[in-house]
């Protein structure tokens, strides 16, 4: 007698709907901590969108905060980090509470708002002056932005070696209260790379921007703009235009511009005061001005080429013309005033 043996089988799971329903009959458990996990989410999204979801058995610890101090808890969970501009110029010395003077390391995150380096010093109150040292070369990604408010001035400076400071887009230094002194260089050596463009460099009223060293050997140029004043401590080596284009560019030392144009447009003025410089071509347009006292400017060999302004103050200095004389009529009367000493050189007037 054959005794009959029972197996069983499992079934096979072959069509793809039977794996689907093979999987939907695991899934409840899996779904049931998926809902937990985004009932405790208090945030979604870039919308700063709070969900706070409380049960009866569960006490938030903040809710024992004394409630005149809510809102300002409230606030820093919907805006936190975000309710400041990233890369601005937070404290000084290391990171510490700013009070008055001092001097603030420029490569110490804890400086600027988010915890990286940035360009901006837009927002922030000086109450002393205020010296920012750079520790090692960097590079500024979208320029560099002094417009801070308080009354007081405010440098930069290397420590320990020269540094190099290269801008990625242009300079500002048009502060809030006005007639304040900002200093790139000085002490340690700031080097300025501008790059491969032109730059501008504006100066707000009553401002005036120093440029204690000299700006590196690059074939971008400067566009002088605002009211203020840009002076000129050093002998510069880039070889880009220098372009004035309303307040004053000013010498404070012989040959502060190398081979480059020079062109002074609308209300801009260049100051020699008592230095001398060798330049490139010169262009004088209606409303620029040339002034100086017992200092000299040179042009090169394209002479200077003028549609109006003026030449001014000078006693014993003067224009010397180390090419022609041209006037850029473009069809209207063209007026170029002299005042003291012009000398036109080998050319003739």
């Not at 809030?176 to 730059?199: A, C, D, K, M």
Request: charged share 10%; glycine share 16%; net charge neutral.
């Amino acid at each position: 007698m054959t005794t009959q043996e029972t197996k069983t089988v499992e079934p096979v799971i072959g069509s793809t709907k039977q794996k689907e329903e093979a999987t939907m009959n695991r899934q409840p458990e899996v779904r049931s901590q998926k809902s937990e996990v985004r009932s405790r989410r208090s945030v979604m999204g870039k919308h700063r969108f709070f969900s706070l979801c409380f049960h009866s058995s569960i006490r938030p610890s903040f809710l024992n905060t004394p409630f005149t101090l809510l809102p300002v808890l409230l606030a820093a969970l919907l805006f936190g980090a975000q309710s400041a501009q990233a890369g601005v110029w937070s404290g000084a010395s290391s990171g510490t509470a700013y009070v008055s003077g001092g001097t603030g390391d420029y490569d110490y995150t804890g400086n600027w708002v988010g915890a990286s380096i940035g360009d901006s010093f837009s927002g922030f109150t000086l109450t002393g002056d205020l010296t920012v040292t750079l520790d090692a070369n960097r590079a500024s990604t979208s320029g560099l932005n002094l417009d801070y408010d308080g009354a007081f001035n405010l440098t930069l400076t290397g420590i320990t070696l020269a540094r190099t400071l290269t801008l990625g887009g242009n300079v500002s230094a048009d502060t809030v209260v006005g007639n304040r002194t900002i200093t790139i260089g000085g002490g340690t050596t700031v080097l300025l790379n501008l790059g491969t463009v032109n730059r501008n460099f504006t100066v707000g009223a009553g401002d005036t921007l120093v440029i204690a060293n000299a700006i590196a050997n690059t074939v971008g140029g400067i566009i002088k703009l605002g009211t203020g004043i840009l002076q000129l401590n050093a002998a510069n080596l880039y070889t880009g235009l220098t372009q004035v284009e309303g307040g004053e560019l000013k010498w404070g030392v012989s040959n502060a511009l190398s081979t480059g144009g020079l062109t002074i447009n609308n209300s801009g003025t260049v100051n020699m005061g008592v230095y001398t410089d060798a330049v490139g071509t010169v262009t004088l347009n209606a409303g620029g001005t040339i002034k100086g006292t017992t200092g000299r400017l040179t042009t090169g060999s394209g002479g200077l080429v003028s549609s109006g302004g003026t030449i001014t103050d000078f006693t014993t200095g003067g224009v010397t013309l180390g090419g022609p004389l041209t006037y850029a009529t473009n069809g209207t009367e063209t007026t170029l005033v002299i005042y003291g000493a012009f000398d036109g050189g080998a050319s003739r007037i």
